[in-house]
């Protein structure tokens, strides 16, 4: 085959200069040699001219132009406006680069950004190719094939690693094949693209003879049908980006209208988009606050793991997953990374303490050996690591075994108690953290952010790819790639599956959850929906759909310090015996527990939860027995003072000694008849020696252990919401019978609980759920070979029995816990609907009936949230409302504001009514004081 003869080359002066803004080597070509000018050019009339340079005829003609037209059409800009204007006007090609075709040197780089060409570049072209026989004049031809080309395309966006977009690889598709489809030699897997004609077409701005012969050649332009194409390309490709607009520039808004519109579908599409998120405030400073605890403890007990697996994939799985936000132009963070997830109420924590004292200080920490060491510091006997800087709270849990099979299980990941029972406030750029205290943190919201990005990975081939290679390595096979999709759809499945189960629990009893949200958790509804329904459905059962319950009693997380001395633990006085308490938490967030009927009767109850672990935390909070201290007094974890210290030139946080003198005589009137004397106010037990926490006249006191009485009170008798009380008291579940859950034998026999009623499949949540953790604990113990000594150090000398009541009011009731460390537990009362001091402090008709939780600064004056009377807040992006309304007037379960209120004497028929009202310089008076405890 012969090439037709070939025109001289133009002289430079000849030919039409290109502007460098013009990136195409194709269009520079056809700009250099007059075929379309270098401006604005009609969409029309340049597809036409790029088609007579393809030579193709009939239908390939027209497709190839359809391809030619969309790629115009959207080469200066992908904006509707943008593509109408390309539409109606054309393309403008002196402004192409930066456009969206634009590579930004993740490309070939042979013409840089002064329209330059790197001469370099073109001899690496070349050393991808191979010498092939020229079908014109049968001389030695240096080429590239489609083969070729993708390797060579393939090896670019390799080196453009740490700048490439995503997209980047796909734009390489419409460049290269397309050069070879229009100025290839040969045909079929023969045809290639020379090096020589590339070159000149770079260098010299010139086509090879045959191309020029193709471009001469007359050629109608089919206006009409690619405009009225273009018309319905355009109005498409408005509508698209429109959308695609809305779902990644305004995924929140999006889901609000979303929300907004009633039936199923809509609200289907909402729960697709991620759930919105508060911007963090600025932290200038972050500060732990001394608590009794070395740095190693505490860092210890924010990651030693429980033996949960809160999160559906393995904890490899975990740090890799991105976040689900849907991006254009490039990748979204990960799921793991501190920044993000600290929108979700979490603190940053080092990966290692072991470091110098500058990142210490960062994260809050004094210099370990500035910190007092706690009695009982269990961090040297079992190390944790944090190596890929997880907030407070992350655990990693190593070497588990499925409680079934007993096969070996990869890294898990979960939450242990930190992550609920760590607070921090914050204050005019300032953090303060400290341990014990209720945290911030938004589970609800993680929950759904990790099974949507579970889904995106899934749905998105890019996502998945880069997921595979941060498990596996970038050169894993084929068939561990398909192996890992597997196990992720596997986890999908469970998600979705939950998301189901809970639609049809709401269809079925017509009710939505009550609104968790930042500092707030329906804690005991979700063990038993997790106990259960998902833990037996897990184990091959089908237990009963009313085994799940809405989530509609939140309570806000509670403080710990101080709770291992007090007999009930509980919010409801439901719970005295620490380790169930503890292995029950641990079973709600996802430890791994058989049940399954397939198993031998020995393996049931054998469950991932840590036993020893639990023991030690509760040891680092209970530290050495208060009596034999001297003064009397509370080790372990204490409770936070107040930090006026770290704020000297402040007013707000300075503590007036003159109100804090007469706030101890209202404390002494009010307060001490339910909260008893403070735990830590010499100055008190001095004035009021009767009432002091630690008098030998203080009768609460039982010295097995010892541990406090608290003083209980009726859930109606104190006003407060019953909802959370009611849990236990009212909730029923459906137990198999293989099970053999029988309270008369488990609780009675062994723990000597009086009047325990027969097995039924039917029965009580509260008596179900201590056999199933007593079962279970009982089980590690078991399989560890405790000593019989040993068991009994663990479990201590409280029972594991339901309460008896307090002999004068009827259940279900709340305890009254000292107030030490009050003043870093805003909200108030147990389900955290009050927002600060001053307002639990007026009359419940006044409080403020909605305010908002999230990422608020503190207000040291109001002690907790500031709102004013009569305020009625917006909450800002992503912050979560605390209502004791709904938008139609009605009440909300588990919401009420109402109760231990001062408006009057108590008495017979005035629920909620605890003292007489307080007059403002009292109230401020007794702020001030409990400021100090």
Partial sequence: MQDPPAAPPASPSQQIPVSPNNPCPFLRGLVSGEYVGGHVVPLPKLTATIGSATGEKGLKERLAGVEIYLVALIANGLGPLRVFKSWWSGAVLDQLRNGPLDKHGAGSRILNVDGEVDESEITRLAEFGSDYTDPYDGGIDRGLNAQQITTYMNANFARAEGHRRPIDRLLMNGEWPVLLNIMGKGDGDDRYLSVAEVRALFVDQQFPQRIVMRLKQ??????????????????????????????????????????????????TAAQLLPPPLPHMPTVKTARWLDQNWSTEDRHWFH???????????????????????IYLLSRPGLLSDSTYLERFGFIPSPKTIHTDKATLLRYGYVDSNDAPASTQSTSGKWPVENFDGLPVGFARLIGATDPATGAPQPDLIGLTCAAC????????????????????????????????????????????????????????????RAELKKGLSKAGDFVKAQAVTLSNLYNRVHQQDTEEGYGRLDALNRIGNQVFYTDMVASGLSPSEDNMHVRDAPVSFPPIWTVPWLLWAQ???????????????????????????????????????????????????????????????????????????????????????????????????????????????????????????WSPKETRWKQNGPVFDEVQMSAKGMGTDPQQADVLNLRKVEVPGFLDFQPARDLGEFWGCPNMPAASPMMSYALALMIAVDRTAKKWMKDHKVSPAAQAEIWGTRKNCPNPGNGEEAP???????????????????????????????????????????????????????IDAGEKQTCAKGETPVSTVDSKGSPIPGNSNLGHSLEGTPGPGKPGVIGRPLKDDERTDLIEYLKTL
């Fill in 421 to 480: 029972h760590t607070g921090s406030i914050h204050y005019k750029g300032t953090s303060i953290r400290y341990d014990g205290g209720p945290a911030m943190v938004n589970l609800l919201k993680l929950e759904q952010a990790t099974g949507l990005s579970i889904a995106y990975t899934l749905i998105f081939p890019s996502r998945f790819n880069r997921f595979a290679a941060r498990v596996l390595g970038p050169h894993a096979t084929e068939t561990r």
């Fill in 303 to 325: 990651h030693v793991s429980q033996g949960t697996t809160t999160f559906p994939v393995p904890y490899a799985w975990f740090v890799a997953l991105e976040q689900p936000r």
């Fill in 812 to 866: 279900p009731y709340y305890r009254a816990r000292p107030l030490n460390g009050v003043w870093a537990t805003a909200p108030y009362l147990h389900n955290g609907s009050v927002p600060s001091l001053y307002w639990m402090l007026t009359p419940a008709a006044e409080r403020p009936k909605q305010f908002c939780m999230g990422t608020r600064d503190f207000d040291p004056q109001q002690v907790g949230f500031h």
């Fill in 571 to 693: 919010y409801d006085a439901s719970i005295q015996q620490p380790l169930i308490r503890n292995a029950g938490e641990a079973l709600g967030v996802s430890a791994l527990i058989n049940l399954s009927p397939e198993s031998s009767i020995d393996s049931l109850f054998r469950s991932s939860v840590d036993v020893a672990n639990l023991d030690s935390i509760e040891k680092m909070l209970r530290g050495p027995n208060p009596f034999e201290q001297t003064p009397k007094g509370f080790g372990g974890l204490r409770s936070p003072k107040w930090p006026s210290e770290m704020f000297p030139g402040d007013d707000a946080w300075k503590i007036d000694p003159a109100k804090v003198k007469r706030g101890r005589k209202v404390y002494a009137e009010i307060c001490v008849e339910c909260h008893r004397g403070p735990v830590n106010d010499p100055e008190f037990d001095k004035q009021y020696p009767d009432l002091s926490f």
């Fill in 218 to 267: 007359p050629r109608p332009v089919p206006s009409r049908f690619l405009r009225i194409f273009g018309g319905l390309v355009v109005g498409a490709v408005s509508a698209a980006v429109l959308a695609l607009v809305v779902i990644t520039q305004f995924p929140d808004q999006l889901r609000a209208a979303l929300m907004a519109v009633p039936g199923q579908l809509p609200q």
